[in-house]
């Protein structure tokens, strides 16, 4: 079992930035382990964000997101980090972290349906 627990959230106003940090504890991560993050807006269905290796070599971004949010991981502390800059208004949602404890299977690191595990999310609220 791996917890994820997920901080950095708030209230910032547009153009801002923030970092979150997504600290797993519990069972030992697996040397394939995805760490990804997706989010949810009010009435919207959780979409994917970003998502790294366990190397931190390959990352994964959502096209609308690519250039403002950048994805990293800390092993050594067991920590991922999601940086976002520019922030606007639509970027306002609970942001999730989430966990495979695997190689990729066929759904890809974009799907929800890799992921084994999630965390009970972060606010982030983006004032115009």
């Known amino acids: 079992q791996v917890q994820l627990v997920e901080s950095g959230g708030g209230l910032v106003q547009a153009g801002g930035s923030l970092r979150l940090s997504c600290a797993a504890s519990?069972?030992?991560?697996?040397?394939?382990?995805?760490m990804g993050w997706f989010r949810q807006a009010p009435g919207k269905e959780r979409e994917f964000v970003a998502a790294i290796t366990w190397s931190g070599l390959t990352t994964y971004y959502a096209d609308s997101l690519k250039g403002r949010f950048t994805i990293s991981r800390d092993n050594a502390r067991a920590t991922v980090y999601l940086q976002m800059n520019s922030l606007k208004s639509e970027d306002t949602a609970v942001y999730y972290c989430?966990?495979?404890?695997?190689?990729?299977?066929?759904?890809?690191?974009?799907?929800?349906?890799?992921?084994?595990?999630w965390g009970q999310g972060t606010q982030v609220t983006v004032s115009s």
């Open positions: 519990g069972r030992t991560f697996s040397r394939y382990a995805m």
């Open positions: 989430t966990s495979r404890s695997g190689p990729l299977g066929s759904y890809g690191a974009t799907s929800l349906r890799e992921y084994d595990y």
